[in-house]
């Protein structure tokens, strides 16, 4: 071992002999380390069919814009929908338009902003500690397969963990640089949360208010750059909100884009315990989470040891604020946890800082470099799976426009329908006419044109309507079907 740090330290003195200073190869390592982490975010994102449900949603309802021309209101197919605010799909349906509809244009977007997010989190933590405890954020965060593997789904939550940190980057220029136009970039963050996922990804206005606090400074919630910031915030979104409550009221009010979130807490139908995101958080963020935890009691000891608290209170009303949330909530999925992580990554840096000597930090780069890049390497020339399989349904998706004109009536025959709207609304360019959930509603459909109406339904489905007796006299002409599905037609 003693040999093999010794050829690294050769090698360093070498770079240095030959002119380029080793603060030059330092930088030089991290822009290397910046292009394969570019590359691990990019790189086979059209592999791999959408999954279902919050993946194809998005990206039914980026190509819902331009078949409906309809860029202020969001559609699931034809229906208006405020599942979520528009940003996302805004910026989908302009990839769509110039580069085509494809998996890769879907995923792009969170792809992109998951890239920016480590960006910005190692920015932050050169900011506040230096570029020692930023190589180790840079580290701890492209090393974590829950955060590259969510990054690479065309879901909402890494680009609201790109808002949030956006926003603590500006908060922590308009505090340490007494710049204060940041405090603009801020409210803008702000706005880019909302405009993201609603009221969820607005939490960067209790993040300020809270690092404040503990750093003693409650008076500066009343300034007139944080008032700006946060009246600018609400200025932006009201450009797209006022007039969706005007049109739509109750409607628009009550969704995920509107107080859905604080009227419900959460979904009525769903009741997590306040500590399941934390439990479970210990389990998927790892290897690092041992050294996040010690990072996070260095940090809570910092708030009060340390000569500047600042950079301890902010990393930490960061944590705080967004795992209050995730706890109060009645709802939790495991996909909340991506806007956790960026402190978390710090929080385990600021530990391996402790680990690791000053003198040993070139070893640690060059190492941890040459490994990544083994990763990355891997990750684009084997054909090993990225992530799991999507839709059951691909193969429906892909035969129905053979089989079925564009004219002809589509109706579904139980199951889920917004699962099949998405899928048809972004593989095959259409949407279904109709969901029927009895035998009755579905032989009242058929009747009046048989030749021009197809039914789908799953193939537990079709195979319990084969056998029931309320289809008696009606014959069932199967068109196509697979293991999972039956497109056909109801005779009588």
């Known amino acids: ?31 290397f380390y910046f292009c394969l982490l570019f590359v691990l975010f990019l790189v086979r994102l059209q592999d791999l069919i959408l999954l279902e449900f919050d993946d194809m949603t998005h990206a039914a309802m980026g190509v819902s814009i331009l ?5 202020f209101t969001m559609h699931e197919g034809v229906l208006p929908t405020w599942i979520k605010p528009p940003l996302y799909f805004w910026i989908e349906a302009v990839l769509f338009r110039l580069f085509g509809i494809s998996e890769y244009w879907a995923r792009f977007p969170s792809a992109i902003a998951g890239f920016f997010t480590v960006v910005l989190a190692y920015k932050t933590a050169e900011k506040l500690w230096g570029v020692k405890t930023a190589f ?61 996922k609603g009221i969820q990804g607005l939490y960067l206005l209790g993040i300020a208010p809270v690092y404040f606090l503990l750093t003693g400074q409650f008076k500066k919630m009343f300034s007139g750059y944080f ?56 389990g998927v963020y790892w290897p690092w989470i041992p050294f996040s935890l010690f990072g996070l009691w260095l940090a809570v000891k910092g708030l009060r040891g340390a000569a500047d608290s600042r950079p301890f209170a ?40 402790r680990l690791i000597k000053d003198a040993d930090m070139g070893y640690v780069k060059y190492l941890s470099t040459a490994i990544f890049s083994c990763l990355v390497l891997f990750a684009v020339c084997f054909p090993v799976s990225l992530d799991r399989p999507g839709t059951q349904y691909i193969s429906f998706y892909r035969t129905v426009n053979q089989v079925a004109p564009k004219d002809a009536r589509l109706l579904l025959y139980k199951d889920k329908g917004y699962r099949f709207i998405h899928g048809l609304v972004f ?21 009046a044109g048989p030749e021009n109406t197809y039914t789908v339904a799953t ?34």
């Open 1 to 31: 071992m003693r040999r093999f740090w010794g050829r690294i330290n050769a090698g360093l003195r070498g770079c240095s002999e030959g002119g380029i200073t080793p603060e030059a190869a330092d930088g030089l390592i991290v822009k």
């Open 67 to 71: 078949s409906t021309g309809d860029w």
């Open 136 to 196: 180790l954020t840079l580290l701890t965060l492209s090393t974590s397969y829950f955060f590259v593997k969510y990054s690479r789904r065309s879901m909402l939550d890494v680009p609201v963990a790109f808002a949030t940190a956006l926003g603590v980057y500006a908060l922590v220029r308009a505090e340490y640089d007494e710049k204060k136009k940041f405090y603009l970039l801020f409210g803008a963050a702000a706005a880019i949360g909302y405009y993201l």
């Open 227 to 282: 008032i700006g910031s946060a009246a600018l915030t609400l200025a932006l979104i009201a450009l797209w909100a006022a007039p969706q409550t005007l049109k739509y009221g109750r409607e628009f009010t009550a969704s995920q884009s509107g107080l859905g979130p604080l009227m419900q807490m959460g979904i009525a139908s769903k009741h997590s315990p306040f500590y399941e995101p934390f439990t479970v958080l210990l």
């Open 314 to 353: 902010l990393v930490f009303a960061w944590f705080a604020v967004i795992l209050l949330a995730l706890s109060v909530s009645s709802a939790f999925y495991l996909r909340y946890l991506i806007p956790l992580v960026p402190p978390l990554g710090i929080f385990a840096a600021l530990a391996l800082g």
């Open 427 to 447: 593989y095959a360019g259409r949407t279904l006419d109709k969901q029927v959930m009895s035998e009755e509603a579905l032989l009242a459909e058929c009747s």
């Open 459 to 492: 193939a537990p489905d079709f195979r319990e309507l084969a056998v029931s007796g309320k289809m008696r006299g009606a014959k069932l002409e199967v068109t196509a079907s697979s293991d999972n599905w039956y497109l056909f037609k109801v005779r009588r």
